[in-house]
């Protein structure tokens, strides 16, 4: 069992930024690859990025590259990521997930495991 806590969030303006973390319980973080998603009010959830289980490997969403940044530590049990750029369009809740494979944590209906989310919300 994995339990997922986001942190961060909060209202900024656009061209502004953010770094959100969630931190994980247990002794086996490093087992699990780890994902954002997000959800805009009225809209599904969607992937924002993905880091695999050592961070060398990362994969962003097009609507994202280039301006934000998923990074995780072992050793703190926590990942992160860094928003840059931020535009109004990036207002959403966004939510921490694990899964055991890379690919459970690029599709929103595969994660094992998710957190219970964090408001972003940009200002134009």
């Known amino acids: 069992q994995v339990q997922l806590v986001e942190s961060g969030g909060g209202l900024v303006q656009a061209g502004g930024s953010l770094r959100l973390s969630c931190a994980a319980s247990?002794?086996?973080?490093?087992?699990?690859?780890m994902g954002w998603f997000r959800q805009a009010p009225g809209k599904e959830r969607e992937f924002v990025a993905a880091?695999?289980?050592?961070?060398?490997?990362?994969y962003y969403a097009d609507s994202v590259k280039g301006r934000f940044t998923i990074s995780r530590d072992n050793a703190k049990n926590t990942v992160y990521l860094q928003m840059n750029s931020l535009e109004p369009e990036d207002t959403a809740v966004y939510y921490c997930?694990?899964?055991?494979?890379?690919?459970?944590?690029?599709?929103?209906?595969?994660?094992?495991?998710w957190g219970q989310g964090t408001q972003v919300t940009v200002s134009s």
């Open positions: 997930a694990a899964d055991r494979a890379l690919g459970g944590v690029t599709s929103p209906g595969e994660p094992d495991y």
């Open positions: 247990g002794r086996t973080f490093s087992t699990y690859a």
């Open positions: 880091i695999g289980r050592s961070g060398g490997f990362t």
